[in-house]
């Protein structure tokens, strides 16, 4: 059982930086993948951004493209989101979702969030004007 733990949330402003972080408790696994998505009201959860746990490759989803960046840290056991150049469409909860094994199932499951096994609560991020 892994159980991702987000944390970094908060109100900022436009244009601002913000780092999101999540920790992976529990059992931990040599090969996987975990990623980010984020959701507002009403709307379907969005694919952010995905990291392979033992290589390392990053994938990103349309919506943040170019202003955020994954990385993943061994010794922590974290992955981390760096978000910059906020918009106010930015705001929404930013959910850590983790999958053991799979890393080379093809990325094209990475953008799928029902192919996440383990869920974080989620983080509230809001961007004001």
């Known amino acids: 059982q892994v159980q991702p733990v987000e944390s970094g949330g908060g109100l900022v402003q436009v244009g601002d930086s913000l780092r999101l972080s999540c920790a992976a408790s529990?059992?931990?696994?040599?090969?996987?993948?975990m990623a980010w998505f984020r959701q507002v009201p009403g709307k379907e959860r969005e694919f952010v951004a995905a990291?392979?746990?033992?290589?390392?490759?990053?994938y990103y989803g349309d919506s943040m493209k170019g202003r955020c960046t994954i990385s993943r840290d061994f010794a922590k056991n974290t992955v981390s989101l760096q978000m910059n150049s906020l918009k106010p469409e930015d705001t929404a909860v930013y959910y850590c979702?983790?999958?053991?094994?799979?890393?080379?199932?093809?990325?094209?499951?990475?953008?799928?969030?029902?192919?996440?096994?383990?869920w974080g609560q989620g983080t509230q991020v809001t961007v004001s004007s």
């Open positions: 979702a983790a999958r053991a094994g799979g890393e080379y199932s093809g990325s094209y499951l990475y953008a799928r969030r029902t192919w996440y096994d383990y």
């Open positions: 990291v392979t746990w033992s290589g390392g490759i990053t």
């Open positions: 529990g059992r931990t696994f040599s090969s996987g993948v």
